[in-house]
T-cell receptor, first 111, second 111 residues
């Protein structure tokens, strides 16, 4: 987890409310990723970024948006949270095609 | 679509035995391969990476890669109860959506 923090670490929210998760890195890595992890599905890519203001969709991007205004920060927003978005969210970073390193995760419960 | 497959387990081995974890992938254009370990409630952490055919050893861990068979494995020698975790195989065909994780194999090392 060194060099990568996620906030908040735990969040409980209600259906229909907006939620923003933050990933912050101190490694100056170019690539940043948001995954969700659910039982039986493994890690699924939501969105990723390949530079400031450069982002693209992943496998499960519906209902999520992202922004990256600085190299060190990558924000994931659930515009209107649904119960199906209850999950554990991991941020990861990498330098090009090399290893991805993961943050500590955020547990989100949508009631 | 690029896919990475693993047996979900659980794989149970007695303490001191060799644990063998397997992973297959769908596309021959893959470039690098990774094994991550994930303890319950924690984030994935990198164990090993391997880039060329053959074996790579690091302490009690050996990764084996066979690109012709599209197969990568992880051997854990002298398994310890502390090795009990879920092991994720990841294959890198590039960045973003080309970095794909398998669903993971749960390993249980019995004292």
């Amino acid at each position: 987890d060194a060099g990568i923090t996620q906030s908040p670490r735990h969040k409980v929210t209600e259906t229909g409310t907006p939620v923003t998760l933050r990933c912050h890195q101190t490694e100056n890595h170019r690539y940043m990723y948001w995954y969700r992890q659910d039982p039986g599905h493994g890690l699924r890519l939501i969105h990723y970024s390949y530079g400031v203001k450069d982002t693209d969709k992943g496998e499960v991007s519906d209902g999520y948006s992202v922004s990256r205004s600085k190299t060190e920060d990558f924000l994931l927003t659930l515009e209107s949270a649904t119960s199906s978005q209850t999950s554990v969210y991991f941020c990861a970073i990498s330098e090009g095609k090399e290893t991805q390193y993961f943050g500590p995760g955020t547990r989100l419960l949508v009631l | 679509q690029k896919e990475v497959e693993q047996n979900s387990g659980p794989l149970s081995v007695p303490e001191g035995a060799i644990a063998s974890l397997n992973c297959t992938y769908s596309d021959r254009g893959s470039q690098s391969f990774f094994w991550y370990r994930q303890y319950s409630g924690k984030s994935p952490e990198l164990i090993m990476s391997i880039y060329s055919n053959g074996d790579k050893e690091d302490g009690r861990f050996t990764a084996q890669l066979n690109k012709a068979s599209q197969y990568v494995s992880l051997l854990i020698r002298d398994s310890q109860p502390s090795d009990s975790a879920t092991y994720l195989c990841a294959v890198n065909w590039g960045y973003g959506q080309n970095f794909v994780f398998g669903p993971g194999t749960r390993l249980s090392v019995l004292p």
